[in-house]
Every structure is written in C-alpha cells, then in structure tokens.
C-alpha cells in the first residue's frame, strides 16, 4: 500500500514475572476471560522484538498497567528502559491512584515517555478519583496520550463504561485518550465520545477479528461513522501482541474485509499512530 511500515499502539512488553502471570491468566482462563486461549506469540523477549520487526511494524509501545499500589514507579522504570535500549519502541509508563503518583508520572514525561497505560477494569480504579485528577492535567498539558481500557470488555467492572472517562475528558477535553479496543463492546458510546472530544482515538485492538465478533460483533450500521473517524485521524492500528489467539496477519485481515477503502487503512496502519506518537 506504499506504506514504511506500521504503527502499533497496543503492543505489551512486561518484566518477565509479571509476563509470566497474565500469560498464565489468559491460557488458563479466568473470571474475565471464560475458557482462555492459546498465546500465539509466547516467545522469549527478543524474539518477539524481532518478530515484530519481520512484520513490518517500525513503532510499537511497550504497555504495562498497574493493578496495585506501590507497582507503577518500578514498572515505568523498567517499560523505560526497555525502550531505550529497543528501537521502534516508543517509551511507555503507567500510573494508578496513590500517594507520590503525580512526583512518578513527572518523572516518567522528564524521562522521555510518550504514552501511558490504564486499565480501569483490572485495576479496579475510578478515573476520577482525585489522586489522579492532576494526573490527567498534567498529560494533557503536556500532548502525551492515554491507552486507557474503559469498557465493559471482557466483563463490567466498577468503573468502566463510557461514564466515568467521560466525565474526565469534560473536565480535561484536551486530554488524549486512546479507547482500546474500539469501546468493546459498547461501539457506539465510544465512538461519540471521539466525535465529541478532539484529542479522543480508538485503537482497532482484536476488534473485526473472528475471536471478537463471535461474542461482540462490530455493528454493520456503524462502519461509515468509523470510516469518518479513520479519515480524520482518530482510529490507530492496534493488536495486543503477543498475547493473542490469533496471528498477527488476521488483524491486518479483519480491517481490511471491512472494505472502508485504501486511504482508511493507510491511516489507521501507519498514519495516525505515527502522527500521535
């Protein structure tokens, strides 16, 4: 398609026991997860790095989230570094409600990190707690984007849903904020938070895909708004590699049978992600 490259937004890289955990999670299955799932790319640490490198992916995130107190300063630390001694990485860092979280978060940006991660399902936090209200002033002061997992995918939890993230994007609507998973499954709740707040994306993660649209099908009636959103810069490539059930191709695949034409997918595989990061 004339494209570099891509540009993955919602790729994991974790230290090797908190890695060996979820993996161990979503093989075995779980609460959130039903039955689990084969992890197609349980590889050592520098192979995937490479694999992705064949793929053709030239910028990808290292995303960790913090499900406790006292876990983001070190995860940070370690997401770091990681990228400044991988190329293609964009430097990642995460943060949870907590004393001493807005000192981190400022030490995170002061050392270069350009996206952060939240994951108000597992961690179980409410976004508009007010230990992390300066927090988000804070990023959006400063232009850098929030993958933050806010619906109700794989189950409901306390605070996720449109709500709760919405009302911090009204009292930060510059903030930018990445939906993952494309708001699965409420699609259209989040797809009108990125009409209404400019710095508000929604990355494809395992969305279209055969695995998703079995429980959580992308409704037909909805494909035009999403192609507005792709052509004006607000839907990103995202996979969550390597932690899927699937090869990395029948992402690519399932965007591209939705037939929203080549200048959507060129925006969404290299164009937006580039240009956000």
């Known amino acids: 398609m004339g494209l570099p490259g891509l540009v993955d937004v919602h790729v994991h890289f974790l230290p090797e026991r908190m890695e060996r ?6 093989e075995h299955g779980g609460p959130l997860i039903g039955d689990g799932w ?22 990808f995130t290292a995303l960790a989230y913090a499900h406790r107190p ?3 300063r070190s995860l940070n630390e370690w997401t770091l570094e990681f990228a400044r001694v991988t190329p293609g990485c964009v430097p ?11 000192d981190y978060v400022r030490l995170a940006l002061e050392a270069g990190a350009r996206v952060f991660k939240v994951h108000l399902q597992v961690g179980g936090f409410d976004p508009r707690d007010q230990e992390i209200k300066e927090v988000w002033g804070l990023l959006a002061e400063a232009g850098v984007p929030v993958v933050v997992h806010a619906s109700s995918m794989p189950v409901p939890g306390r605070c996720t849903g449109p709500g709760p993230i919405a009302d911090v994007l009204a009292a930060h609507p510059a903030l930018a904020v990445v939906i993952a998973h494309l ?14 707040f400019p710095n508000v994306c929604l990355d494809t993660t395992m969305t279209f895909t055969d695995f998703a649209e079995v429980t ?11 192609r507005d959103l792709g052509l004006a810069g607000k839907v990103v490539l995202g996979s969550d590699f390597p932690t899927i059930p699937h090869p990395y191709a029948h992402q690519l695949d ?24």
């Open 254 to 277: 399932a965007l591209a049978r939705l037939d929203l034409g080549d200048d959507w997918l060129r925006a969404v595989c290299w164009e937006n992600g580039n240009r956000l990061l």
């Open 92 to 102: 990642s860092a995460t943060f949870f409600p907590e004393p001493g979280v807005l």
């Open 216 to 226: 959580t099908p992308f409704p037909a009636r909805l494909r035009p708004p999403l």
């Open 70 to 72: 006292d876990m983001a």
């Open 38 to 59: 084969d992890i197609r790319y349980r590889l050592p640490r520098e192979d995937r790095v490479e694999v992705l490198r064949a793929l053709g992916v030239r910028r």
């Open 21 to 26: 955990r979820v993996w161990h999670h979503f």
């Open 183 to 196: 708001g699965m499954p409420e699609y259209d709740e989040f797809l009108a938070l990125a009409v209404r």
